[in-house]
């Protein structure tokens, strides 16, 4: 090991060669005398340097140390000899640190700088950079301490700044999300015995905007403020506070999010829910105005394994809507299958309109027949969705979407030109037979956001079918509350010869006195009605629905409608509502909804049978009813 005087020497001749470096005349070759003088000088520079300094061997203990360096371990400088300098500066703590650390020792590494916060004997604590280089020619490390406590101390400030909210002192998003992500890292939970879970709390203040809207952003910041020290009351009060790793933050505007760490299952969740709810809903004081608020709070609890950032966040985000939606003031647990149908809404949502260009659509046909002689008078188009991942969806998983999202205009426009090809296809091929009409669905917003009638004009011209057959179907609510564009549509499609048909009528606002103002041909009664002319085992048909729909198809009559209805599944159904006068029926009774080619062999057979029942009726001297099937 190196003497002190030696070490001395070695780094005043060091420091001398980097200053001859810069200075040629400051020779090599200078005289002993000078040389030693030189060497006192760069010695007392040493010694008298404020920036803390020690020589270290490349075994890695003290060869000598400056004034500073022991004041700033709170000692004399001939006490730091022969001391380890890794033990003094705190460099084994990290193992990172140390082999790097051993590589400068050992000359494989030039240089290291580290942070490192130091105990000074009296007891108070400060925060160090910590640099190590070898010292030219000698085999020494230079270690140099500089005290960097007041630029902490301003970058802790600068730091609390930038991630706290200047509003309610509370956590900010930035700060929410380091949190976060810090907690799901997996070694977090590798020791200390967590639980492994994560819990969230994401809420929403109902009517905050009105609050700023009338009284004033000042007024909101004082709620906001108010509110983020109830959530933080209601954190420590339930064991979820600062100081036991959880996190209250505002994430911005008036939403909040309560982080519970090792949670212990949804139970937990649920209990802080509660109380931040009722902790909301109690009035608040502000400056004389006494205001009243709620929350909706969504809440997510799950095992972080498997569990990002994002996916907890959109988690949340879902169910705190699902509590607005449900009707505020009021926390909602996230439910996987909920959630899944959502998803598949979506998917089904953005997937939609291409689905139309990729030919995925096809048309069922349901018979409606005549209830009097059984013969068929017509189909409805029922359109199905073969989607390659779901398979074959009904119209009710999918209209609602396509109405929306507008996606209804270009795939009525398919339904109504592809229903409107096919009647007339039958037509042609079989151009003996009396031709069936087709009745097509239309969405009111149809008539809103497209030309319905020039389309109607359009494909009735392209396709070559007479307007008397097709059938324009529209929800009792859409036609009652029919207006303006919507009822000057109906007008000229009614003008046009073609029939315009309520649908579920009875189920909406079945004004009776509209049913004479509006451009309507077919009543269609809902099946709620029909279902109640059923015979149960052991029970006995409602007569109030026979007197029901006997009274609506005799005001239909006298309005000159036709009435048909739905949902026919039983002879005994047919039967009484062929004896109260409905026109026409439709249902599983004569069939389900079925591909082109089963009608158009339903036509054939009705055809057949029709030419048999005239030749018996010329023998008998009456015509007898027509099967359909």
Not at 143 to 156: F, N
Not at 166 to 195: C, D, I, K, M, Q
Not at 553 to 576: D, K, N, S
Request: hydrophobic residues 40%; aromatic residues 6%; charged residues 20%.
């Amino acid at each position: 090991m190196s003497g002190t005087s030696e070490g001395t020497g070695s780094a005043a001749d060091s420091i001398r060669s980097a200053v001859t470096e810069r200075h040629p005349a400051v020779s090599a070759t200078a005289r002993p005398s000078r040389a030693e003088s030189e060497r006192r000088d760069y010695r007392a520079a040493f010694n008298a340097a404020h920036l803390a300094m020690a020589v270290v061997d490349r075994d890695g203990y003290v060869v000598t140390a400056n004034q500073a360096f022991a004041g700033l371990l709170g000692a004399e400088p001939h006490e730091l000899a022969h001391r380890c300098a890794a033990d003094l500066v705190d460099l084994a703590a990290e193992a990172r640190t140390w082999a790097a650390y051993q590589e400068v020792l050992r000359g494989r590494q030039a240089r290291l700088r580290c942070t490192r916060r130091l105990k000074h004997p009296d007891g108070h604590s400060l925060w160090t950079e910590v640099t190590l280089g070898p010292v030219p020619g000698t085999g020494d490390v230079l270690l140099s301490v500089a005290d960097i406590s007041d630029r902490r101390d301003l970058q802790a400030r600068l730091r609390h700044l930038q991630m706290h909210d200047p509003v309610t002192r509370l956590p900010n998003r930035a700060l929410f999300f380091e949190r976060l992500s810090a907690a799901l890292e997996a070694s977090s939970y590798e020791h200390g015995g967590g639980t492994g879970r994560i819990g969230l709390c994401y809420l929403d203040l109902d009517g905050f905007k009105a609050v700023n809207d009338t009284l004033g952003h000042r007024v909101g910041d004082r709620l906001l403020a108010a509110v983020a020290a109830r959530l933080t009351q209601c954190a420590d009060q339930s064991g979820y506070g600062r100081t036991s790793g959880h996190l209250v933050a505002r994430l911005g505007g008036d939403e909040f999010a309560l982080l519970v760490e090792d949670s212990t299952g949804t139970e937990q969740l649920a209990e802080l829910a509660r109380s931040v709810l009722a902790a909301v809903q109690e009035p608040f004081d502000l400056a004389g105005q006494r205001l009243s608020v709620s929350a909706s709070i969504g809440v997510v609890e799950r095992a972080v394994t498997g569990t990002s950032a994002t996916c907890l966040m959109q988690a949340a985000d879902t169910t705190l809507y699902w509590a607005k939606a449900d009707g505020k003031a009021r926390w909602t647990l996230f439910d996987p299958e909920r959630n899944a149908h959502r998803m598949t809404r979506q998917a089904l949502s953005s997937t939609l309109r291409p689905a139309v260009e990729r030919g995925e659509f096809q048309l069922e046909y349901q018979p409606l027949v005549d209830l009097e002689s059984g013969a068929l008078r017509g189909v409805e188009a029922l359109v199905r969705w073969n989607h390659p991942q779901f398979g074959t969806l009904t119209p009710n998983r999918f209209i609602g979407i396509a109405e929306e999202d507008g996606s209804i205009v270009q795939l009525g426009q398919w339904v109504l030109r592809t229903a409107c090809r096919q009647a007339r296809r039958w037509q042609i091929e079989q151009p003996s037979d009396a031709p069936v009409f087709v009745s097509v669905n239309v969405a009111v917003r149809q008539v809103w956001d497209s030309d319905l009638v020039g389309d109607v004009a359009e494909i009735l011209a392209e396709t070559g079918l007479a307007p008397q057959l097709l059938q324009l179907e529209l929800t009792e609510s859409a036609v009652m509350g029919s207006a303006g564009r919507p009822l000057q549509a109906l007008q000229a499609l009614s003008d046009m010869g073609v029939r315009i048909a309520i649908d579920d009528f009875g189920t909406g606002y079945s004004n009776l006195a509209y049913l004479s103002r509006l451009p309507v041909s077919v009543l269609k009664l809902d099946g709620s009605f029909v279902r109640g002319f059923r015979y149960e085992e052991g029970t006995h048909p409602n007569p109030a629905d026979e007197t029901i729909v006997e009274a609506l198809v005799q005001l239909a009559h006298r309005l000159g409608l036709t009435v048909t209805a739905e949902c026919v599944e039983t002879a005994g159904q047919a039967a009484r509502l062929r004896r109260v006068g409905c026109d026409t029926g439709q249902g599983w009774l004569y069939s389900r909804a079925v591909p082109p080619d089963v009608i158009a062999r339903m036509i054939g057979r009705q055809a057949a049978a029709a030419e048999a029942a005239a030749a018996v009726g010329s023998e008998q001297d009456g015509p007898a009813p027509h099967p359909l099937v």
